[in-house]
């Protein structure tokens, strides 16, 4: 009994001695002395506790110090030697801290919450989203995690990732629905996250996402208003955006008018806040032509805050629209400069380095800076005609291409990087411009490429990459099925019919779950093979004199395009040389393509009908291959890489002549299309290890899916088998799950069923039980040389600028095909029939497929011509991508036995001869 009462003395002194020397180093720190003095007794103090004290005791000094003196010392001298000193003391609380079996409840939280909180002061933007990320997959204390998770948008959105910033305001908001005791200060901060939510959506588009915006402020404000809180500084943000949505509008009356609500109550701001206030208030003005009034708020915004960089962009905008266009430029070169170093001396005539970009902490700042510059360099151009201007101006188009890259690299979820490559389309436009106005067409083939399908090329280069570092196959596979997670759990939530919203909960949270996996799961590659994650990035156009050698010949020409709702530009090139031409009066011309689409889908057009569609046609295709462009393309096989609205017409369909009869492109020319001559070109680089030939599926009957029957598919696929034997299913045989199991190893997959894009924009194709949408068919893999999609509008979908058609042909070429033939509209199904089993039988006689179907529609044509049939009826199947020919290794197989029998005959022959000159 003594000696229990002396171990439990023991422990008490232990105890007072172990909280003994942790309330002496908060002594220490809470000392009145001299900092120098506090900084010599700190050291000390762990010189002699470090080894002696516990672990758990440690890492709470490693914690306290960081924060209570090192952090506070930051916070009142700004010294960067302090913050540094914050982050590794806190560093090496975590590490211990880690290692042990229990913790006081929210201590290993506090430590995680502050490492992402230092690592954001010191503008290591990524290092501190990796710390939050640490405390949201680790932690247990839901208070921490809901803050890191706000913090993590806040960071997201500021480096440009603006839907992963989304998910983790959604996963705030998700987490607080299941929470019975909120306080004042959570319902404070739940409004605020539905504001946050209405800024994201007003940068990726006032108009786009209106009504997001508007469901979000309004949520905001009833969680204010039903708790009874002040709502005024409140009202200023929603002011603010309400401000910014009419400005974008081009409503600047109304966008004036809500900024004067804001600076009414300007009481309520902040130094940096009024700034931006005075700031926004000067755009309207200055659109309205308000220059005194204009230039007099961005003066007081600068006045509140001389580091804020936007008010420069805007004074080179305000002597821009003045004519003064060396204030303009020193303005915007000024944004510039604070946005990257603002040691930089300010020399209109010089831009940054892209290492520098790459260091810049407010890179979607900075990126608008540099598009308005370059911008202006156009505008100055134009008032004086010196080509010097147009030079620097192409230079500064490239430096905003680079930075662009930078931006989208460093975004993770693929819905931000679509934002950024539509960023990007505006200015490959304006580069393109510059490139024709200084006749450089090299250049403009350069930005043409980099406005086309540079995702498709970027998920090329992550396999590649894959492979140059040898990454084991092992992990290849990990990421194929963590990336599969997140396109099949996406396509449950998009299409679920649950109105449950416990199970929609779900179905978001698993969404959430697998971007969390995968994002670790990347995080850790790129630890363990530093080279890959760094080749990754690099996405490569190819060059323009290997593009030339490669794809062009005597009787090989290409032609592409640029085009938006305003300008438009295409270059021929050609074995022997180029062509650059800009297209004129675009919005007509915009408006002709649209009316003509309609024309061209119409299966019932009459022969008046038909009358009126060879006018439109043959006057859209003048003004897209003039006479002199024309006469370079004829007779010639030709590559078409279009661009927006035009990747809905088939070219061959364009009618070239029309007396005495109507003649087609198609027969003066070979037409096929791809996605960019990069894409083509890295696609041909892959080499397939496909066993079988050929996997066609035809379902025939859809009664479980409301779907009408199509009666000749059957026999299309039956005619194709003929052809290229090989597998087939047919009816109750072609489900989607027997489809996803079996196509990955065939050369040649057909599909002639039911598709469609549907109201949401989400493409579909058809099977006996279930229909398969996009983000499906992208966590699938198959090797097919061509996939064949005999099925309606399989070429169409969601226009994204930069990128094309998110359509059923996208998606398969992202799972692997080099090739595929698709539709532009809704086909007929016994005309498909007809020219797919043309189409096959030229294949098999070694035709390349755009001749195989050249070939099948002009015979289509010849048998038709005098019927009027309508090129609705055959134009609407287009061949993308690799045009080599395909075998048919079942012919291959069966003439072998007679390769084998001629060699071995040509063997015996040379020893008899050989036999017979020994002799003589």
Not at 526 to 547: D, N
Request: hydrophobic share 35%.
């Amino acid at each position: 009994m003594k000696k229990l009462k002396h171990l439990t003395i023991f422990f008490l002194l232990m105890s007072f001695f172990v909280n003994g020397q942790q309330d002496q180093l908060l002594g220490i720190i809470n000392d009145t002395t001299d900092i120098e003095v506090k900084q010599k007794k700190i050291d000390s103090f762990f010189g002699i506790n470090k080894n002696s004290i516990s672990s758990r005791l440690l890492a709470d000094c490693y914690h306290d110090i960081g924060f209570k003196w090192y952090y506070r010392n930051w916070h009142k001298q700004g010294n960067q030697i302090d913050i540094n000193k914050a982050i590794r003391n806190t560093q090496q609380a975590l590490e211990i801290k880690k290692t042990l079996d229990s913790l006081e409840k929210g201590s290993l939280e506090k430590s995680m919450y502050n490492l992402g909180y230092f690592l954001y002061l010191d503008e290591r933007y990524y290092d501190a989203i990796a710390a939050y990320q640490d405390l949201v997959r680790n932690g247990h204390d839901l208070k921490k995690i809901q803050n890191a998770n706000r913090e993590l948008g806040e960071l997201h959105e500021y480096v440009g990732d603006f839907y992963k910033a989304l998910d983790r305001y959604d996963n705030y908001i998700e987490n607080y629905k299941n929470q019975n005791d909120l306080q004042q200060r959570d319902i404070l901060n739940l409004s605020e996250i539905h504001i946050l939510k209405a800024e994201i959506y007003s940068l990726l588009g006032n108009k786009e996402f209106s009504e997001n915006i508007e469901k979000n402020l309004k949520t905001a404000d009833s969680i204010l208003l039903s708790e009874g809180y002040d709502r005024e500084m409140h009202n200023l943000r929603i002011n603010s955006i309400w401000g910014n949505q009419f400005a974008e509008n081009k409503e600047y009356e109304k966008a004036e008018h809500y900024y004067n609500l804001v600076l009414r109550d300007s009481v309520l701001l902040d130094s940096m806040n009024l700034a931006k206030a005075f700031n926004m208030i000067s755009i309207p003005q200055l659109k309205l032509n308000n220059y005194d009034t204009s230039i007099k708020n961005l003066q007081k915004a600068i006045g509140f805050d001389p580091n804020y960089s936007d008010p420069y962009e805007n004074l080179g905008d305000l002597y821009l629209a003045k004519k003064d266009f060396k204030n303009a430029m020193y303005n915007y070169q000024k944004a510039i400069v604070w946005s990257v170093d603002k040691k930089n001396k300010i020399d209109s005539e010089e831009l940054p380095a892209i290492e520098d970009l790459e260091l810049a902490t407010e890179k979607t700042f900075l990126l608008g800076h540099i598009v308005a510059k370059a911008n202006a360099w156009l505008s100055y151009f134009e008032h004086d005609q010196n080509k010097e201007h147009l030079i620097k101006a192409l230079q500064t188009f490239t430096l905003a291409d680079k930075l662009v890259d930078v931006l989208r690299s460093e975004s993770t979820e693929y819905q931000s990087k679509l934002f950024w490559r539509e960023k990007g389309a505006s200015l490959y436009m304006k580069a393109v411009e510059a490139c024709y106005l200084l006749d450089k067409p090299r250049e403009a083939y350069y930005f043409m490429e980099r406005n086309k399908a540079l995702l498709l090329l970027e998920n090329i280069s992550n396999e590649q990459a894959k492979e140059t570092v040898n990454i084991p196959d092992s992990i290849a596979q990990r990421d194929f099925d963590l990336k599969k997670a997140i396109y099949l759990s996406e396509s449950d939530l998009q299409h679920s019919n649950s109105t449950s919203l416990e199970q929609l909960k779900d179905l978001k949270e698993r969404v959430y779950t697998n971007k969390l996996n995968y994002n670790t799961f990347t995080d850790s590659i790129a630890t363990m093979f530093p080279e890959y994650a760094s080749m990754k990035k690099k996405v490569s156009i190819l060059p323009y004199p290997e593009f030339k050698k490669k794809y062009t010949s005597q009787d090989e020409v290409v032609l592409q395009y640029i085009l938006n709702d305003e300008q438009g530009y295409a270059l021929l090139t050609t074995g022997n040389d180029n062509q650059f031409f800009k297209l004129e009066n675009v919005k007509e011309l915009n408006q002709d393509i649209i009316q003509l689409y309609g024309r061209l889908t119409n299966l019932t057009m009459d022969r008046a009908g038909l009358v009126a569609y060879n006018q439109l046609s043959n006057s859209v295709f003048s003004q897209l291959i003039p006479e002199d462009i024309y006469t370079k393309v004829k007779g010639k096989k030709l590559t078409i890489i279009s661009d927006h609205i035009l990747q809905q017409i088939p070219f061959e369909a364009f009618v070239v002549g029309n007396n005495p009869t109507t003649r087609y492109l198609i027969e003066d020319v070979e037409v096929r299309y791809a996605y960019s001559m990069s894409y083509l070109d890295a696609k041909s680089h892959i080499s397939s290890s496909s066993r079988k030939d050929l996997y066609a599926i035809a379902p025939i009957q859809f009664a479980s899916l409301g779907l009408p029957e199509l009666v000749f598919s059957g026999s299309e696929i039956e005619e194709v088998q003929k052809i290229f034997p090989g597998n087939i299913a047919l009816k109750d045989e072609a489900t989607k799950s027997a489809f996803v199991n079996n196509f990955e190893d065939y050369r040649i997959v057909h599909l002639s069923t039911h598709a469609d894009v549907g109201q949401s924009e989400d493409p579909w194709i058809a099977f006996n039980d279930d229909k398969m949408f996009l983000n499906e068919i992208y966590a699938t893999k198959n090797q097919a040389e061509m996939v064949v999609l005999s099925a309606c509008n399989t070429s169409i979908g969601e226009l994204k600028k930069g990128e094309g058609a998110m359509s059923l042909a996208r998606g398969f070429f992202h799972s692997g095909a080099k090739s595929v033939v698709s539709s532009l509209w809704s086909t007929y199904d016994k005309s498909s029939k007809e020219l797919m089993t043309a189409f096959y039988k030229s294949l098999k006689e070694g035709s390349t497929k755009s001749a195989a179907m050249r070939n099948a529609k002009l015979d289509y044509i010849k048998k038709y011509r005098e019927s009027a049939i309508a090129p609705a009826y055959w134009s609407a199947l287009i061949v993308i991508g690799d045009n080599s020919p395909i075998d048919n290794q079942s012919n291959l197989l069966s003439f072998w036995p007679w390769v084998v029998l001629g060699v071995l005959l040509l063997v015996i022959l040379y020893f008899i001869v050989m036999r017979k000159k020994k002799k003589q």
